[in-house]
């Protein structure tokens, strides 16, 4: 079976083009994400997210350690953005997502960034366009987009975020994004500010998800196995309970649906900040992980992955090595 983005479509009515325009205003006086900073990034001006008009690519590849249904065989496209509108104390991308001063010289142009995702699809194949940290240049993306399609883009877009989304911003991305591969990191808006400076998260990832799969429903994969379209929600397994990932888990099977697929992640490990925090200072234990997977079964999920409790060393990246990140995937 093939699948045409329905980007395409969009992008022949000039609907993506209004949509691009709409979004780029928003910019004057930010409000792309729950910060709402109201900083003129247009002029350049930074908020929270320290980043102003161009977007800032720290890395693209082929990403051969996402979930099966992206990865597949040739890779996911995966494009790494850098800063962030969090500031995860145990963050695995600091290098990329906490370091400005160094990201503002990988500020790429549109078209630059369009053909990034071009070669991606062409050069080296790849099932789709997977979009890191996009939450901050979500107008900046669909610009380059809207220069991609006439230049041949045809393959989905992966929508790969926090979960600190702005609901009127995913809402214009109804169409346009594919697949939703968002986080449900915290059920307590306590631990998200503690860890994250995310004082609203809960309830910012919570609508942002219900709408995601709203818009595109349970995944739906071609006749390989590669995903065209759904949302996949990770649940990142923080030490001592602190994501509150049972409580996730009981949201999204009773407010979303029990079929959702899942992205279960024992491959915490203690980075950046998180020695000088005692409560995720340390590893998840073997009893952490299978009360998730017990909570799944009660709910009856069965839908998705859980990585085995072993992955925790396989998917750290560094963004200062030479080519792909994630050396053990590259091989």
Known sequence: MTFEPSYIRLYKSGELERRVKALEARLEKCDICPRKCGVNRLKNETGFCHSGYLPVVSSYCAHHGEEPVLSGTRGSGTIFFGNCNMACVYCQNRQISQ???????NEVDFRTLARMMLYLQDSLGCHNINLVTPSHFVPQILRAVLIAVPMGLHIPLVYNTSGYD??????TLDGIVGIYLPDLRYSSDEFAVEYSRASD????????????FRQVGELVTDSEEIAQKGVIVRILILPNEIGGCEESLEYLAKQVSPKIFLS???QYSPQNRAMDYPLISRTISLVEYARVADKMQALGMENGWCQGIESIRHYL?????????????AR
């Open 99 to 105: 370091d400005s001063e160094h990201q503002k010289g």
């Open 317 to 329: 990246p560094d963004f200062e090595r030479e080519g792909h990140p994630f050396e053990r995937q």
């Open 201 to 212: 998260y809960v309830s910012n990832a919570r609508a942002a998800i219900k709408e995601m």
């Open 166 to 171: 702005s609901l009127e911003t995913i809402q």
């Open 264 to 266: 279960i992640m024992s």
